[in-house]
């Protein structure tokens, strides 16, 4: 979060770059957001590791 302002990490096409990306929630409660704007279908969003990552530090490895 920044200020009134939400974001995810994602995934670039090659996996080898996280991107901020913006959204906009939904309903939530104590476990789950839903988020209704700023990703889509198919979008990998990074929630391992999240904490790591910034607008200098984006380079991300893919594991299963």
């Known amino acids: ?10 995934a670039d096409k090659e996996g ?9 929630k939904g309903v939530e409660n104590s476990e789950m ?3 209704i704007k700023g990703i889509e279908k198919g979008d ?3 929630v ?9 530090n984006n380079k991300i490895k893919i594991t299963n």
Do not use: H, N, P, R
Request: aromatic content about 12%.
């Open 1 to 10: 979060q920044e200020g009134e302002d939400f974001y995810v990490y994602l």
């Open 16 to 24: 080898k770059t996280a991107v901020k990306a913006m959204v906009e």
């Open 33 to 35: 957001t839903e988020i």
């Open 44 to 46: 990998k969003v990074i």
């Open 48 to 56: 391992k590791g999240k904490e790591f990552l910034s607008e200098k």
